[in-house]
């Protein structure tokens, strides 16, 4: 199985500040890579799709990079809303996984 | 606008079994699969498998096989999950999500939280 390696697993942050989450395969999974949000209580949303394409209506200062292994999400600036847990998701191959989650909070 | 509405809480006791339903709308259900994903409490995401909602076929992953069991009424639109002999380590909130070629997983239902205690 590939296992999904997000960091760090939580991030202390301002609103306005610049974010970067990183998530590490431990192999290559070409460009599906998906990244989301998740809040207490609701579904995961989807942010992110196949490495770098923004979902309809996710809002701009989202964005993510990478390729085979290594991947990044960056919040481009804070907004108090942004506050939850982050997951990644690899769909190269079955079984999927996600990883263990990145739980952005209040500095 | 697509959607994806699971049934209600369960409670059920050690041994007992759970159906849990995923209707569907605002899509053609057979052009897509469905997938089941776990999440038990406090923890992070665990995909289950899938079920291809055109032929029936149902794909486990390795944690999964043999109580769970996936199944369609397709005319109604709706996927199931069943989980049988229910263990305390079931309890859980399961999650169906829309399968697609281009950005899968971009619909999920509410969850449906099965608790498990005797």
């Known amino acids: 199985d590939i296992q999904m390696t997000q960091s760090p697993s939580v991030l202390s942050a301002s609103v306005g500040d610049r974010v970067t989450l990183n998530c590490k395969a431990s192999q290559n999974i070409n460009k599906y890579l998906n990244w989301y949000q998740q809040k207490l209580g609701e579904a995961p949303k989807l942010l992110i799709y196949?490495?770098?394409n923004l979902q309809t209506g996710i809002p701009s200062r989202f964005s993510g990079s990478g390729s085979g292994t290594d991947f990044t999400l960056t919040i481009s600036s804070l907004q108090p809303e942004d506050f939850a847990t982050y997951f990644c998701?690899?769909?190269?191959?079955?079984?999927?996984?996600f990883g263990a989650g990145t739980k952005l909070e209040l500095k | 606008q697509i959607q994806l509405v699971q049934s209600g809480p369960e409670l059920k006791k050690p041994g007992e079994s759970v159906k849990i339903s995923c209707k569907a709308s605002?899509?053609?259900?057979?052009?897509?699969?469905m997938h089941w994903v776990k999440q038990a409490p406090g923890k992070g995401l665990k995909w289950m498998g899938w079920?291809?909602?055109?032929?029936?076929?149902?794909t486990y992953a390795d944690d999964f096989k043999g109580r769970f069991v996936f199944s369609l009424e397709a005319s109604a639109s709706t996927a199931n999950l069943q989980i049988s002999n229910l263990k305390n380590e079931d309890t859980a909130t399961y999650f169906c999500?829309?399968?697609?070629?281009?950005?899968?997983?971009?619909?999920w239902g509410q969850g449906t939280l099965v608790t498990v205690s005797s």
């Open positions: 999500a829309k399968g697609a070629a281009i950005s899968p997983f971009a619909y």
């Open positions: 079920i291809n909602t055109y032929t029936g076929k149902p």
């Open positions: 605002g899509y053609t259900f057979t052009d897509y699969a």
């Open positions: 998701f690899q769909h190269n191959s079955w079984p999927y996984t």
């Open positions: 196949n490495t770098n």
